[in-house]
């Protein structure tokens, strides 16, 4: 049974960094591209960014340039790095296992204007 398990998240000012980690459980990680997804309320669930078992990486537009996604296969480890935080990045964010449409239970990320 595959599991992902979001920490990293939290309140923080506009101009600030988080860092975003999702733990994956499962033999299917390594060959398995993974994404951030973020929600709001009222709003349907957006891709923020994915990458791929051999490391290409996409973005949305509005957070290129700021967070940078990465993943650790040996520990079944994806990250998001969000620097230059905006207000409009508060959101819930998802980790999810792309082919295999695992999702995680969601960290609140709470930006001040």
């Known amino acids: 049974q595959v599991q992902l398990v979001e920490s990293g998240g939290g309140f923080v000012q506009a101009g600030g960094s988080l860092r975003l980690s999702c733990a994956a459980s499962g033999s299917i990680f390594s060959i398995s591209a993974m994404g951030w997804y973020r929600q709001t309320p009222g709003k349907q669930r957006e891709l923020v960014a994915d990458i791929g078992r051999f490391g290409t990486r996409n973005y949305v537009d509005s957070v290129k340039g700021r967070f940078t996604i990465s993943r650790d296969n040996a520990k079944n480890m994806v990250y998001l790095q969000m620097n230059n935080l905006r207000h409009e990045d508060t959101a819930v964010y998802y980790c999810?296992?792309?082919?295999?449409?695992?999702w995680g239970q969601g960290t609140q990320v709470t930006v001040s204007s």
């Open positions: 999810r296992n792309i082919p295999y449409d695992y």
